[in-house]
Each structure stands twice: as structure tokens, then as C-alpha cells.
């Protein structure tokens, strides 16, 4: 798929099939990650790649848990959860301490989202598992996701094959401003 093409298609996509992806697939994907630019090299990222739904679902509890309902309303709903029971997350740890790890995190979890459009895969980006790694639980958490030391959570990427469909969102065109 031509880029320009996967940046028009490419949806957040909130509902999965429970198949996996093809390990060839998710390497694809991986490395569009790990070819991601970042300020000055430095690739100040890991990816911690988790299908196992048991540990992705410890990670929402925990997320709900730190949040509780007044974090979220959408904790209130029994059906809710952060990463949309999709059977792949990868979550991006990012080096504490460089000023642009953030930037590059998400320059490289774009870059991850986009290689799984143009693979026929669907995925969505989220930060809202930050809280997981604030709690009590989040030295477990980072030890068991294998986070490096001197790294913390930046955002995650959801992944599989989506069973949800999503209309373009409004392009804001006064957005752009133009200087001669």
C-alpha cells in the first residue's frame, strides 16, 4: 500500500478478532518501529510485545484501579477495556532523561501504526494505560513487561485484526496556517 494511502486509511480501531498475527507480520510491524527517526540516533525506545491476554487484561485492571471511575467515565462500563481485547500490545518504554524521548516514542509508534494499515492490520494508539505504571503495581509491571531499567511507559500500541469499521474524521483545515 502506498503510504500516502495508509495515512487516509488508517482508523483507530476499537473491536478485534482473538486470532494472532502472523509472526512475519508483527516483525514487519516491529521494525517500522525500530526504523523510526529520533533526535540525534538515539532511539531512546523499547518495545515490549505482549500476547498474552491475561497479562495485557492484569495491566487494565491495574490502569482502572489507579484511575478509578473519576479518571475515566469509560471505567464504568463492566464491557470497557483499554486496549479493546486486542490480541497484540506492544508497549513503548521510553529512557527517562532525554529531553525528545517522547517525541521520538511517538514518531515511532506512528510509524508502527502506519506498516500495520499498509499490512491489513488494525490498531490504536493509547496512552491511557499510563496509570498501570504509577500504582503499586508498576514496579511488577515494568519487571514482568521487561521495561529496561532507567526507562518508564510512554504509550502503547494495540494491534490485530479489526472487526470494527470508522468514518474519516473532519479534517481541520484552519488547522494550517500559512506564512509567506
Same mark, same amino acid.
Given at each position: 500500500?502506498?503510504?500516502?494511502?495508509?495515512?487516509?486509511?488508517r482508523?483507530s480501531?476499537?473491536?478485534?478478532k $482473538?486470532?494472532?498475527?502472523p509472526?512475519e @507480520?508483527?516483525e514487519?510491524?516491529l521494525?517500522a518501529?525500530?526504523e523510526?527517526?529520533?533526535a540525534?540516533?538515539?532511539?531512546?525506545?523499547?518495545?515490549?510485545?505482549?500476547?498474552?491476554?491475561? +497479562?495485557?487484561?492484569?495491566?487494565?485492571?491495574?490502569a482502572?484501579?489507579?484511575?478509578?471511575?473519576e479518571?475515566?467515565?469509560?471505567? $464504568?462500563?463492566p464491557?470497557?477495556?483499554i486496549?479493546y481485547?486486542a490480541p497484540?500490545? @506492544?508497549? *513503548?518504554?521510553?529512557?527517562?532523561?532525554?529531553?525528545?524521548?517522547?517525541?521520538?516514542c511517538?514518531?515511532a509508534?506512528?510509524n508502527?501504526?502506519l506498516?500495520?494499515e499498509g499490512?491489513?492490520?488494525?490498531?490504536v494508539? +493509547?496512552?491511557?494505560?499510563?496509570? $498501570?505504571?504509577q500504582?503499586?503495581?508498576?514496579?511488577?509491571?515494568?519487571?514482568?513487561?521487561q521495561?529496561?531499567e532507567g526507562?518508564?511507559?510512554v *504509550?502503547a500500541?494495540? +494491534?490485530?485484526y479489526?472487526?470494527?469499521?470508522?468514518?474519516?474524521?473532519?479534517?481541520?483545515?484552519?488547522?494550517i496556517?500559512? *506564512?509567506?
Amino acid at each position: 500500500m502506498d503510504v500516502l494511502q495508509a495515512i487516509t486509511n488508517r482508523r483507530s480501531h476499537r473491536a478485534y478478532k $482473538a486470532e494472532q498475527l502472523p509472526e512475519e @507480520v508483527l516483525e514487519k510491524i516491529l521494525r517500522a518501529g525500530l526504523e523510526a527517526p529520533s533526535a540525534r540516533n538515539h532511539q531512546p525506545w523499547h518495545f515490549s510485545v505482549v500476547q498474552n491476554p491475561e +497479562l495485557i487484561q492484569e495491566v487494565h485492571d491495574e490502569a482502572a484501579r489507579v484511575m478509578g471511575r473519576e479518571g475515566s467515565p469509560r471505567f $464504568a462500563d463492566p464491557d470497557f477495556q483499554i486496549f479493546y481485547y486486542a490480541p497484540t500490545v @506492544v508497549f *513503548i518504554f521510553g529512557e527517562k532523561g532525554f529531553s525528545w524521548t517522547d517525541v521520538d516514542c511517538g514518531i515511532a509508534v506512528e510509524n508502527m501504526a502506519l506498516a500495520a494499515e499498509g499490512l491489513g492490520v488494525g490498531s490504536v494508539i +493509547l496512552g491511557l494505560p499510563k496509570p $498501570a505504571f504509577q500504582g503499586n503495581k508498576a514496579d511488577e509491571l515494568r519487571n514482568r513487561l521487561q521495561c529496561p531499567e532507567g526507562y518508564d511507559f510512554v *504509550i502503547a500500541l494495540a +494491534l490485530g485484526y479489526s472487526t470494527d469499521t470508522k468514518a474519516a474524521h473532519d479534517l481541520r483545515e484552519e488547522k494550517i496556517s500559512r *506564512i509567506g
